[in-house]
């Protein structure tokens, strides 16, 4: 098994500009979710998914959509970025049971300029 | 809403025993967890807890809960040079919110030769 796959693994954009974020698991995992990471921060919840068609939003959820069309597949979009959105981003999946735990991609380091 | 803090930096020398510290405030909290992250790599789960037990040891790690004061540590014994990280504590609630991790800022542990 590849785990959680992250790409690309640094992007650089300008503000305005639109991008996704690809993350993948090939674990057949239903819950997927998407966190950021900012120093003095630790990692705050974007969005989540429990299964293909059902997503809801986290803690942060301004600026950013996802959808989730198919298990494997939880792309994080940004439709207008902004230098806030300057961080590293994380995906991370699980099984969904409540004694699972949740596995991480490398990440995606972001930076708008 | 939730919150978790954890103290940012400790150093200590190897060999000797390794004490990270965490505070939570939500009582519904039904999971707590350690992560690991080396730099530029994802998240690690190390270990983690169910709210109704007191302690749980793995190998040369240790975990105490404390639910009355919503304190919970991670102990590593004999510190190597490897475990130098970043160990985040987080928590997540049971029922729907099982996956929805809160995760507090981090703590850097330097382990000096």
């Known amino acids: 098994n590849a785990g959680v796959t992250q790409t690309p693994k640094f992007q650089v954009l300008k503000t305005g500009q639109s991008m996704t974020l690809q993350c993948a698991q090939d674990?057949?995992?239903?819950?997927m979710s998407w966190y950021r990471q900012d120093p003095g921060m630790g990692l705050r919840l974007i969005h989540y998914?429990?299964?293909?068609?059902?997503?809801d939003q986290g803690e942060v959820p301004n600026g950013y959509n996802v959808s989730r069309s198919t298990t494997e597949d939880f792309p994080l979009r940004l439709l207008s970025a902004a230098p806030s959105q300057t961080s590293v981003y994380f995906c991370?999946?699980?099984?969904?049971?409540?004694?699972?735990?949740?596995?991480f991609g490398p990440g995606t380091r972001l930076t708008v300029l | 809403g939730e919150d978790v803090e954890q103290s940012l930096f400790l150093s200590v020398r190897e060999g000797d025993s390794s004490v990270i510290n965490c505070t939570y405030t939500?009582?519904?909290?039904?999971?707590l967890y350690w992560y690991k992250q080396e730099p530029g790599a994802g998240l690690q789960l190390l270990t983690y807890?169910?709210?109704?037990?007191d302690m749980k040891q793995d190998q040369r790690l240790t975990v105490l809960l404390n639910k009355k004061d919503k304190h919970l540590s991670l102990r590593i014994a004999d510190t190597q040079t490897g475990d130098s990280a970043i160990y985040f504590c987080?928590?997540?609630?049971?029922?729907?919110?099982?996956?929805?991790?809160?995760f507090g800022q981090g703590t850097i542990l330097t382990v000096h030769p």
């Open positions: 674990m057949n995992h239903e819950y």
């Open positions: 998914s429990v299964g293909a068609g059902i997503t």
């Open positions: 987080a928590e997540s609630g049971g029922g729907t919110s099982y996956g929805k991790l809160t």
């Open positions: 991370a999946s699980s099984r969904g049971t409540v004694t699972d735990t949740q596995y």
């Open positions: 939500d009582s519904s909290s039904t999971y």
């Open positions: 807890i169910f709210s109704n037990m």
